[in-house]
C-alpha cells in the first residue's frame, strides 16, 4: 500500500510527511544510526505538536532514515554520544539537556495513534522511542536492546517501568542488567513488538495498520490511549482520562447550558437531565 506522501517542513535532522490522514516523521541521521542530538528532538517535538493540533491527522508514523551507505538500517541509536557533556546532550547553543524526555511525554499523551516502524537498530533511548509508541512494526532485521549501563546512563523513568509493564519484571531487569540486543523474533516474543514483516514491506504494513485504525471513531481512540495511559501514569495519566471526560461533557446540551446560563446572567436550569442510575 503507497501514499503521496506531500513534505511540511524542512528539517536539518528529521523529515516531516503528511497523506491521507497519516503523518510521517523520518529521523534522518543514518551516519549516526539516527542517534538524535538536541536539535533533533527539538524539530521531533515541533513535528509531533504539529501532528497532534492538526485534526486531519488520525495517525503518526515514527521511523528512521535508512540505509546508510554501509548498507545497515536503524531506527534510532539513542542520544547521541558525541555530545554527551557532563549534564546532559549539549546542543549549539552549549546548553546540556535531556529534552528527549519531552517527547517522550508527547507521545504517549497525544490524543492519535503513533506506529513505530523500525528497521534495523532500535537500541538505548531509540529503544525507548519504540516502547512509548502505541503500536511497532518491525522490519525482519530489526535489533533491539538497551545499552545505558555500557555507556554509563540510564532511563529510570518509561524506560523502566514502562518495559516492565511490557515484558515483565524479570524480563526487563535481564534487558537493562545484560545490554543483549534481542531480535524482531525474540522482540515479538516478549510483547514488544506488533507484527513483522520484510524489510521491504515495512513502510506499507505501517500504512495499511494506519488506514484501518483510521476507520475507527477518534474519541474511543483517545479516551482509550488515555485509559491505557491512566493505569500506568499516576495523576498525570488521571489528567489525560479526565480531560476527555470534559471534553464528552462539554459536547453535551447540558454541558452547554451551563455557559449559556452564565453567559445570559440567569440561573442554570439543569432540570430536564436526569440523574443516571
Ligand atoms: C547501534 C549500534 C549497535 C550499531 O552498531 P554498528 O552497526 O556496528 O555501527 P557503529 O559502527 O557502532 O555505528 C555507526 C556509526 O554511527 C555512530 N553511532 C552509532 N550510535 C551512536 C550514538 N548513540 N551516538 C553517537 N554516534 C553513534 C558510530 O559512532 C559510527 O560512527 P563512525 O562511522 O563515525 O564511527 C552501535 O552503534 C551502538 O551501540 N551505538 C550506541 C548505542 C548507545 O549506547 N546509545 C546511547 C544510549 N543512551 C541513550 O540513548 C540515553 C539517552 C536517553 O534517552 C535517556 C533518557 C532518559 C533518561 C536518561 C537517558 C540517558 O540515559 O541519558
Known sequence: ???????????????????????KITINRPHKRNAFR?????????????????????????????????????????GDQSVRGKAGYVGDDGIPRLNVLDLQ?????????????????????????????????????????????KVGSFDGGFGASYLAR???????????????????????????????VPINQLEAEGIQWAQEVLQKSPTAIRCLKSAFNADCDGQAGLQ???????????????GAEGKQAFLEKRPPDFSQYPWLP
Open 105 to 149: 511525554r508527547l507521545i504517549r499523551s497525544m490524543p492519535k495513534v503513533v506506529i513505530a516502524l523500525v528497521a534495523g537498530y532500535a537500541i538505548g533511548g531509540g529503544h525507548v522511542l519504540h516502547l512509548i509508541c502505541d503500536l511497532t512494526i518491525a522490519a525482519d532485521n530489526a535489533i533491539f536492546g538497551q545499552t545505558g549501563p
Open 240 to 254: 489525560e482520562l479526565a480531560g476527555n471526560a470534559t471534553l464528552l461533557y462539554y459536547l453535551t446540551e447540558e
Open 166 to 196: 511490557i515484558v515483565g519484571q524479570k524480563k526487563a531487569r535481564e534487558i537493562w542488567f545484560l545490554c543483549r540486543q534481542y531480535d524482531a523474533q525474540q522482540a515479538m516474543d516478549m510483547g514488544l513488538v506488533n507484527h513483522i
Open 38 to 78: 538536541p536539535k533533533t528532538v527539538f524539530e521531533l517535538y515541533e513535528a509531533f505538536c504539529d501532528a497532534r493540533e492538526d485534526t486531519s491527522i488520525g495517525v503518526v508514523l515514527l521511523t528512521g532514515a535508512g540505509p546508510h551507505t554501509d548498507g545497515k538500517y536503524a531506527f534510532c541509536a539513542g
Open 1 to 23: 500500500m503507497q501514499v503521496d506522501w506531500q513534505p511540511v517542513k524542512t528539517y536539518e535532522d528529521i523529515f516531516y510527511h503528511k497523506a491521507n490522514g497519516i503523518a
